[in-house]
């Protein structure tokens, strides 16, 4: 069993190496503040230091700021404010602690009369049982106000920067807006899109077939009487194309509303997906109540995507599906344990997911750092 300093040791370490970063890049902004007030400049210098701040405290990566301009020069003076005091504090911690360190064992060396520093200074360094005395005894010290004092100071910071870089509640609103405008854009020409291919898929496929179904039967009703044999293939050749269009309305319809999904409902067609799965996967369904055909259409399609790229893609031996209903949301999650990786830009498959999802008002996060394990969240509206 780890002892429960175990994991302090590499947090005091990792909240060290950012206030000592956030003491550097305060101090270039200071000085740098002529450049950095420029917008385009301080969202992204900003964008830069929430990536820190998140990365400490073991968030999601953000994407880039979108707080209001004014928001953001608060967070600058703040920032530049707390950097410079907060890492001070770790300088003269840690860096007590090191000097302490390297100066005892070679108190000899220095010049006559030195003093110690520190907690101890003005005490003339004598002898190896005063350096050693002293140095140890501020050693200790140091480094337990290191131990104890830099991990929460970063942390504080790191919370400042995604306090302030946050945005603000009429910034929310005016990104959902933003949001659904384009999304309600996307979906409409994704709608028109669709209804030209379902069009075409019938007007070359289904219809074609038909017109040669019809054509047959017309040459058999007239040649019924004069040459059997000929009424015999004609009608086998009607039969065979009537198959043939079946199949092709199936097809249709598919993409329009899984069928399975009017015959099963969510979880029997969950089930089924599970079930047909390249990959071991288990599924953990509560109770949905009833949700609306547009919802479930767009969860069977994200689940079946993010099925499909995980098998094709991710090299991963399991995968799960959880879907759960709280109060008016559906939320799903589909989780690998594979190399991870999933890059929205690479392909249509997340992409799409994201899109379906936005059109309902929904939200979708990705989480796959290189090296797995990959989890898709997704939250939709699914009424009352």
Not at 82 to 107: E, I, K, R
Not at 309 to 337: C, M, Y
Request: charged share 15%.
């Amino acid at each position: 069993m780890n002892s429960p300093g175990a994991g302090r040791l590499p947090a005091m370490w990792r909240g060290l190496a950012y206030l000592l970063v956030s003491l550097l890049t305060a101090a270039v902004a200071l000085l740098a503040t002529p450049v950095l007030i420029v917008p385009a400049v301080a969202r992204a210098w900003a964008s830069w230091h929430r990536r820190r701040a998140d990365r400490l405290l073991g968030r999601p990566r953000s994407g880039p700021v979108r707080a209001g301009a004014w928001r953001v020069l608060g967070w600058l003076g703040t920032y530049i404010v707390t950097g410079l005091a907060f890492g001070l504090v770790a300088v003269v911690c840690a860096g007590n602690a090191v000097a302490t360190a390297v100066t005892v064992p070679l108190w000899w060396a220095l010049p006559a009369g030195t003093r110690a520093g520190g907690f101890a200074a003005g005490v003339p360094l004598t002898g190896w049982g005063t350096a050693l005395t002293l140095g140890t005894g501020q050693f200790v010290i140091f480094s337990a106000l290191t131990y104890g004092l830099v991990p929460p100071l970063a942390r504080l910071h790191a919370r400042i920067t995604v306090a302030l870089l946050s945005p603000s509640a009429a910034d929310r609103l005016a990104q959902r807006v933003e949001t659904l405008t384009e999304t309600r854009a996307g979906a409409m020409n994704a709608h028109g899109a669709e209804l030209r291919r379902i069009e075409r898929d019938l007007h070359d496929g289904t219809q074609a077939r038909l017109v040669a179904i019809a054509m047959r039967l017309g040459a058999a009703r007239e040649s019924l009487g004069e040459d059997p044999e000929l009424v015999g293939r004609l009608l086998r050749e009607a039969h065979e194309n009537t198959e043939e269009a079946m199949a092709e309305l199936r097809e249709v319809i598919r993409t329009i509303y899984p069928p399975i999904l009017a015959d099963r409902g969510l979880v029997g067609a969950l089930t089924a997906l599970g079930t047909r799965s390249a990959i071991d996967t288990t599924l953990d369904i509560g109770d949905l109540g009833t949700i609306p055909a547009a919802v479930e259409a767009v969860a069977y399609f994200t689940i079946a995507e993010a099925l499909t790229n995980a098998a094709k893609h991710s090299q991963a031996a399991r995968t799960t599906v959880r879907v759960v209903r709280s109060g008016d949301r559906l939320s799903i999650g589909v989780g690998d344990d594979g190399i991870g990786g999933a890059d929205e830009t690479l392909g249509t498959g997340l992409a799409g997911i994201r899109h379906r999802v936005l059109a309902l008002d929904g939200t979708v996060r990705v989480h796959s750092p290189a090296g797995g394990p990959t989890t898709i969240t997704v939250s939709l509206p699914c009424g009352s």
